[in-house]
């Protein structure tokens, strides 16, 4: 006796997707990812208000803003750094 094929196909499994395409996060939703995009944000803001308030840290880095800016004026008016 000839044993029949099963025919049957089956169907093509969900694929999982996210913002980012790889979850490193152990599954971590969307709200989870704006959640830690707003903490680090709120950090990043009290970083900034710390530096702004340290006196000699600002005039150095005015010091460097204005040298760059003026290395990207020279770039930008097509000259040789």
């Known amino acids: ?40 944000a709120v950090s990043t803001l009290q970083r900034a208000a710390e530096i702004q308030k340290n006196a000699k840290l600002m005039a150095d880095v005015k010091k460097m803003a204005a040298e760059k800016a003026k290395e990207f004026n020279s770039i930008a008016a097509g000259k040789k750094i």
Not at 12 to 36: C, D, H, Q
């Open 1 to 40: 006796m000839a044993i029949k094929k099963s025919t049957t196909k089956k169907a093509p499994a969900k694929k999982s997707t996210s913002s980012v395409g790889i979850s490193i996060l152990g599954g971590s939703n969307k709200a989870e990812m704006r959640k830690w995009e707003v903490e680090s």
